[in-house]
């Protein structure tokens, strides 16, 4: 199975900071990276996906960049609203898997 | 819209088995395949298998063969999933999923609401 980590596990973040949120797969994964955004009490939804695609509809803070197997997810500028746990995900081959959360909280 | 609603919360004693649905609207049913994935209380997210719409061709993932099975009804674009064998560590949040795909890439989306299946005795 290929191994998702994803790092840091939690940050404190203010409003208005760059975020960068990492995810390492155990191998190669070419562009087979999605990014999911979690928040409390609602079920996942998709921000970017294939790497860099951005979901329509998803503000343009977001970006996603990375190949082969280092990626990751930038927010330009935090907004009261991107405060949520954020996921990687793997699909390249099954099982597809996740990392395992990147928490965003206020500073 | 493209939707997909679940089957409301279950409890659940160790041993038995429960089936939740996953009613699909707003596009073809029959073009999409289906993911399932869990969240266990406060835990990270799990993937369970895949069920293709078309062909009912399944793939699970190893920790659940034998427990799992996934399949549909298209006459109702409904999708289900049945776990037997339940015990208190499948307590979670479980989600259906439609699997979108491009040249570049497959990801999950919409998600369902999750059902909330709580294992008890």
């Not at chain 1, 409003?15 to 995810?23: A, F, M």
């Amino acid at each position: 199975d290929i191994q998702m980590t994803q790092s840091p596990s939690s940050l404190s973040a203010s409003v208005g900071d760059r975020v960068t949120i990492t995810c390492r797969a155990s191998q190669s994964i070419s562009t087979y990276l999605n990014w999911y955004q979690q928040k409390p009490g609602q079920a996942p939804t998709i921000l970017i996906y294939a790497v860099s695609s951005l979901q329509s509809g998803v503000p343009s803070r977001f970006s996603g960049s990375g190949s082969g197997t280092e990626f990751t997810l930038t927010i330009s500028s935090l907004q009261p609203e991107d405060f949520a746990t954020y996921f990687c995900q793997q699909c390249y081959s099954p099982p597809r898997t996740f990392g395992q959360g990147t928490k965003v909280e206020i500073k | 819209q493209v939707q997909l609603v679940q089957s409301g919360a279950e409890v659940k004693k160790p041993g038995a088995s429960v089936k939740v649905s996953c009613e699909a609207s707003g596009y073809t049913f029959v073009s999409y395949a289906i993911n399932w994935v869990r969240q266990a209380p406060g835990q990270g997210l799990e993937w369970m298998g895949w069920i293709s719409i078309y062909n009912a061709k399944t793939k699970y993932a190893q920790k659940f063969q034998g427990r799992v099975t996934m399949t549909t009804d298209t006459s109702t674009s409904t999708a289900y999933m049945e776990l037997r064998s339940l015990r208190s560590d499948d307590t979670a949040v479980y989600y259906c999923v439609r699997e979108r795909g491009g040249t570049t890439s497959d990801w999950f989306d919409p998600w369902g609401p999750g059902t909330l299946v709580t294992v008890s005795s």
